[in-house]
């Protein structure tokens, strides 16, 4: 596989699941980032991992937690999600962080009951 | 509050003639700006950019224009294609490019044969 795979693709879970997106990339690249899309909103950073280590947190709540086991997977680690969280979850990688091109994944639809 | 600024959610045009997208920032540190286009089902991929050193740049159909005494910034498409049909984010970034990027809600457009 090339690019950026997310999985799944579609996830709805109830209030109380604990769930995980899952991101990998296969471009080489040492930044990854969760960014949220949510109907009408500016794309929305979450999390930027540098190098496997996070570098940025956009005041996002605890009940949303990222892990980044090595250069090529992330995850996005759901617990306890509130129906306002559901969104587009979009992974990119990029070389280096700032606004070097993003490459994005399709991201993963979440809805949440 | 929104530091760019996408203020038309759609736009259609006819096959052939021209598309053009605009953006305004508000941010005057931002000197880095870059188009995403974004298919149904897909994330965004990178389509053109432009650094505040530049007025315009262009890629084939594809021309980026950037006024920064206005602090806005069109992308021309010229001639529409209907597979130009998709969501078209802009988004801007501070020093050079070092700075994450801020993106815009996007512009739908609508390419009709």
């Known amino acids: ?34 960014y949220k899309q949510s109907a009408k909103k500016p794309l929305e950073l979450m999390f930027v991992y540098s190098l496997e280590e996070r570098v940025e947190n956009n005041s996002v709540p605890s009940r949303f937690s990222p892990e ?30 700032g606004a070097n091109v993003l490459t994005f994944g399709a991201g993963s639809r979440l809805t949440v009951l | 509050d929104q530091q760019v600024k996408q203020n038309s ?41 432009i650094s505040s050193i530049k007025d315009k740049n262009e890629d084939g159909r594809f021309t980026v224009f ?7 910034l069109s992308l021309h498409i010229v001639p529409s294609q209907p597979g130009d049909s998709a969501v078209y984010f802009c988004a801007a970034s501070a020093r050079g490019g070092s700075e994450k990027l801020v993106f815009g809600k996007g512009t739908k457009l609508t390419v009709n044969p």
């Open chain 2, 66 to 72: 950037l006024n920064k005494s206005a602090k806005h």
């Open chain 2, 9 to 49: 959610p759609s736009l259609s045009v006819q096959e052939g003639r021209i598309s053009i997208l605009n953006c305004d920032y508000t941010n005057s540190m931002f000197d880095y700006f870059l188009w995403y286009k974004k298919y149904p089902a897909e994330g965004p991929t990178f389509l053109i950019s």
């Open chain 1, 1 to 34: 596989e090339t690019g950026v795979t997310q999985t799944p693709r579609h996830l709805v879970m109830g209030m109380t699941n604990k769930k995980s997106l899952k991101c990998e990339q296969h471009l080489g690249h040492n930044a990854m980032y969760w």
């Open chain 1, 68 to 97: 980044c086991p090595n250069s090529s997977h992330l995850f996005l680690h759901l617990h306890t999600l509130q129906p306002e969280d559901s969104a587009l979850y979009l992974c990119a990688s990029s070389h280096g962080t």
